[in-house]
Structures are given as structure tokens and as C-alpha cells.
């Protein structure tokens, strides 16, 4: 999945160039897409790209750079408009279930799904904990990846296990974003792991999944025909589907949900993998300078030294601390925008994207 807007990495992220398709480091210059493409080229037979039909033209630069072999293996599919995760998935797996694969029978087929803005190292620790997941989706189950939580977290949301045996559990319930002290209880439990978002299924069982909790998500996709090869074109070497006849129509109708809301809290066949790969959730602002190096901001300091700054412009900063500047001067056509917040305020981005929104000003965006 690589749709979304990534508002709480704004004024950098943008529905022009969301934060899946920023640089995970100033210097390597990879994308958090490239990286969770290459995550799923690792284990995947195919891998199906779902994004903004506007973006398409980001996914297409960033894909073009693997082997010839790897473009071979990639379908991109353009959404006509953003409904969240759960038609998302609903149209991956509807597609999903027309062929492709000459490996596997429709009952044996079954689908990972990954979003495009983590970072997960190592990949052979994260490719062991993908085949966990897909054992379990052929003995019927929704898999969902628990992260081990680190610290009290209120931006995740939380998975409660009901057995100890480990490293497959099964998943006693699901729970929204905690307050401090409830997210601190969880974590002192051996039995709350954070939810990555990240899921694995059958993709049958997951067809039936959504005819049973969500038809009104998945009927839509259901009545789409196969699409015929004059319904792909190719660009850099990579194949996206520009003329599937009726998509525009059944994101129209199909309803916005998360995955999460429409299918995981309902689902009763579901387990969970502990993962023991290193996760970061790349989230907000916060997170984001944890691993990014800005080395390419041009700053400079005097008595400042525990500030973050990603600008495209000289930045002088003098007598200040702890504080995140993130400037884009508009020097290439969009507008220009600034942000400064304090660190450990970050979550507030958010808030800031609803203002502009609420202020008429959505080109900021």
C-alpha cells in the first residue's frame, strides 16, 4: 500500500510528494517505498502496487530502478480515490484472485500486505516472520504482525494475545490508540504487542472475510472482470493498469474504512506473529529524524546544537534548542511553507494540517 498523504510529515510530505516517497537518508537516497518494495520483491511472486492514481508517476521512478527481472513482477494500480486501507486491500485481492500465479490454486494463494513507510532490518530476520505469517494463512487465518513495544506508546494501536506460547499467537482483541497510562499498563503485560498494520491472509478467506463484515467494501471489486492486456500500458519497464474498466466506479461506491475497522477487529480466526525484525513506524517528525540524516541543510548555528533542520535554504539558528525546522521554499513551484515545533510535540502536525484545511488553504497541502 502506498497511497495516503503522510500530513504528519508536512510541510516535507505533501499530497505532491507524499512521505512514502521521501528519502529514507540524505545520503542513500532510497525512498521508504523503495524499501518496502524491495521487502516485498524478497517474498513475494508477484507484488501489486496500490496507490494514488497521481503518485503513479512516483511509484514508477522509484520501481524502475530494480532488475529487469524483479519490473517484471510488479503490477501498479492507480486509485481513482483515496478510501483508506480496507478497499485498498478489497481491490488487491479481488485483482489477486483472477490468475496470475501459475504456483498455487485460488485456495492456496495468499497475499502480504505492507505499507510503504517503515523501516524493517534485517530482511532475512523479516523474510523468517513473513513465512510464520504465511504458514498460518493457509491453516486459515488473518495474520496480523506485533511489534514488541518498546516504550509506552499513544500513537499505535495495540494488539492483545491471548496464549504465551509464542512466536504465533492468538489474537484476543484489537485496541485503539491508548492514553499514557493505559499504553503503560499495556506494556508492563507480556501479552500487548503495538500493531505494524502489516497483515498476511489467504486470498480467499479474506473474500469471504469481507462478504461476511464489510460486503458494502468488497462487492464493488467483486464485480470487476479481469482486466485484458490492452488495460496495462508500460513505463521505465514497469506495468500499470491505466484501463481496468470499472474501478473508477467501484471506488465510487466502495465505502472508506480501515482494514483494521472493517475486517481485523471482527475477524474470529485470527493470530498473530511476534516479529523479531527492528521496526520503526516512520509516523511523525519524530521518529523520521531518528534514522534520517540531514546532512544536506545548509545550517547555520550559535548555541543551538540540539536542533533538527531539513530546509532548502540557508537556515540560521542562534540561542534556541530542541526544536524541529523544516522549511520548503517553494523553488520548485509549490508553495512555500515552514514548520517549527518543539521536539516531543510533533504529534501536533496533525492539527496544524486540519488548520490549514479549515483556514481554505488545502494548496498548502
Not at 492486456?229 to 508500460?234: F, H, I, M, N, R
Request: glycine residues 8%; charged residues 25%.
Amino acid at each position: 500500500m502506498a497511497g495516503g498523504s503522510g500530513t504528519r510529515l508536512w510541510p516535507a510530505s505533501s499530497s505532491r510528494l507524499p512521505k512514502q516517497f521521501l528519502s529514507a537518508s540524505a545520503s542513500a537516497k532510497k525512498s521508504f517505498f523503495s524499501m518496502a518494495l524491495e521487502r516485498a520483491l524478497l517474498i513475494g511472486e508477484r507484488v501489486i502496487v496500490i496507490s494514488g492514481k497521481s503518485h503513479v508517476p512516483h511509484v514508477v521512478r522509484d520501481a524502475s530502478a530494480f532488475s529487469p527481472a524483479d519490473k517484471k513482477r510488479i503490477i501498479v494500480i492507480g486509485e481513482p480515490s483515496a478510501k483508506n486501507t480496507a478497499p485498498a486491500a478489497a481491490c488487491a485481492a479481488a485483482f489477486s484472485l483472477f490468475g496470475g500465479s501459475k504456483s498455487s490454486t485460488k485456495k492456496e494463494k495468499t497475499m502480504l500486505v505492507l505499507t510503504s513507510d517503515h523501516i524493517i532490518k534485517p530482511l532475512n530476520v523479516f523474510k523468517s516472520d513473513a513465512l510464520l505469517a504465511k504458514k498460518a494463512a493457509l491453516d486459515g487465518q488473518l495474520v496480523v504482525f506485533g511489534i514488541p513495544p518498546a516504550r509506552p506508546e499513544t500513537g499505535y494501536g495495540y494488539i492483545e494475545t491471548s496464549d504465551g506460547k509464542g512466536p504465533v499467537f492468538k489474537v484476543a482483541a484489537f485496541h485503539e490508540k491508548p492514553d499514557l497510562e493505559t499504553a503503560k499498563k499495556y506494556g508492563a503485560s507480556s501479552k500487548f504487542f503495538w500493531n505494524s498494520g502489516m497483515f498476511a491472509f489467504g486470498a480467499e478467506f479474506i473474500k469471504e472475510q469481507f462478504n461476511k463484515h464489510a460486503p458494502d467494501v468488497y462487492e464493488p471489486f467483486d464485480k470487476l472482470k479481469e482486466p485484458k492486456k490492452a488495460d496495462y500500458s508500460t513505463s521505465k519497464g514497469i506495468k500499470v493498469l491505466t484501463g481496468w474498466k470499472g474501478l473508477a466506479s467501484a471506488y465510487n461506491k466502495t465505502k472508506s474504512i480501515s482494514f483494521d475497522y472493517a475486517i481485523a477487529e471482527k475477524c474470529t480466526e485470527t493470530s498473530m506473529v511476534r516479529t523479531s525484525f527492528d521496526w520503526i513506524d516512520i509516523g511523525n517528525w519524530e521518529e523520521y529524524i531518528k534514522i534520517y540524516d540531514n546532512t544536506a541543510s545548509e545550517v547555520f548555528r550559535a548555541d543551538s546544537n540540539t536542533c533538527f533542520v531539513d530546509s532548502d535554504i540557508p537556515v540560521a539558528l542562534a540561542g534556541v534548542d530542541d526544536l524541529i525546522v523544516v522549511i520548503r521554499s517553494g523553488k520548485d513551484g509549490s508553495p512555500a511553507s515552514a514548520l517549527i515545533t518543539r521536539k516531543g510535540q510533533t504529534q501536533k502536525v496533525r492539527d496544524i494540517t486540519d488548520n490549514i484545511k479549515a483556514a481554505g488553504r488545502g494548496e498548502l497541502l
